[in-house]
């Protein structure tokens, strides 16, 4: 199973990113769920239509009990991806990073991997603060690889060395490792080079530079992924391609 956490500073696209790789995936016949770790809960929005689905932390708010079956917290998008978003408390009320934990929980009460059997997990979580509840698809073992996005903007590259520091507290531990960056472009001034400059400095690949791109903005207006519009499209094969090279490399066992 591919496990993969997307972690960036909020604002720069990781939804976008995380949504777009799993359409990809979809599109090449993997079975794949999405799970939003971020209290906006917006994370599936592209792969629903522009429909929301409901957070699990609102769930638990509006009832007594926690959900029976996972169709409860779930709905099903572009490709038959699953998704789940986790929510976030009332705001100033609570802690987010322990809504994640709660519905990891839930999760795993629920048995939703071994139900759903997926080929591909994503996890799209918020980087500006990588403690808690939010570093829990790092140091509980639920992801293998972690992908960092930024883009050459001054604050995402500082949000990304942050991220790469607490990835490293935990590999000695067996979790997962940066597997590698996804610069998403910003038209900042060489920022191809400032990113591969990062890159190199912290001895991780960059895996993918996504061009700014008006076909993504359009696309998120209508609630879906260039790859379910038009897999042609220069930044759908963008992901289509970087998709293929995740499931050679499982399917390879590196």
């Known amino acids: 199973m591919i496990r993969i956490a997307v972690y960036g500073k ?4 990781k939804s976008t990113m995380t949504s777009h790789l799993s359409a990809a995936f979809a599109k090449l016949g993997k079975r794949v769920i ?7 809960a917006d994370s599936t929005m592209n792969l629903l239509g522009g ?6 932390m609102d769930y638990l708010r509006d009832h007594d009990e926690d959900p029976q079956s996972v169709e409860e917290i779930s709905a099903s998008g572009y490709g038959n991806v699953l998704c789940i978003e986790t929510g976030g408390p009332t705001p100033g009320l609570g802690c987010a990073g322990r809504g994640i934990l709660a519905t990891f929980q839930i999760l795993e009460d629920l048995r939703l991997f071994e139900t759903f059997r997926p080929d591909v997990v994503l996890y799209d979580v918020l980087g500006d603060v990588v403690c808690g ?4 698809p790092i140091r509980e073992g639920y992801a293998r690889k972690v992908i960092i996005v930024t883009s050459g903007e001054k604050m995402a590259l500082y ?19 940066v597997y590698g960056v996804i610069c998403n472009e910003r038209n900042v001034e060489k920022e191809r080079e400032k990113v591969q400059d ?11 530079f996504v061009p700014r791109s008006r076909e993504i903005q359009q696309c998120e207006e209508k609630g879906m992924t260039t790859v379910e519009r038009d897999p042609s499209l220069p930044v759908s094969r963008c ?5 293929q090279k995740l499931i050679e ?6």
């Open 133 to 136: 509840g939010f570093a829990a």
């Open 34 to 40: 999405q799970i939003g770790c971020d209290p906006k």
């Open 159 to 177: 949000a990304a060395g942050n991220i790469c520091t607490a990835v490293r507290n935990f590999e000695d531990r067996g979790y997962a490792g």
């Open 198 to 208: 990062f890159a190199d400095g912290q001895g991780i690949p960059v895996i993918a």
């Open 51 to 56: 429909r929301r689905v409901t957070p699990v």
């Open 239 to 243: 992901f289509l391609e970087l998709a």
């Open 10 to 13: 909020g604002g720069i696209g």
């Open 249 to 254: 490399e499982e399917e390879g066992g590196t």
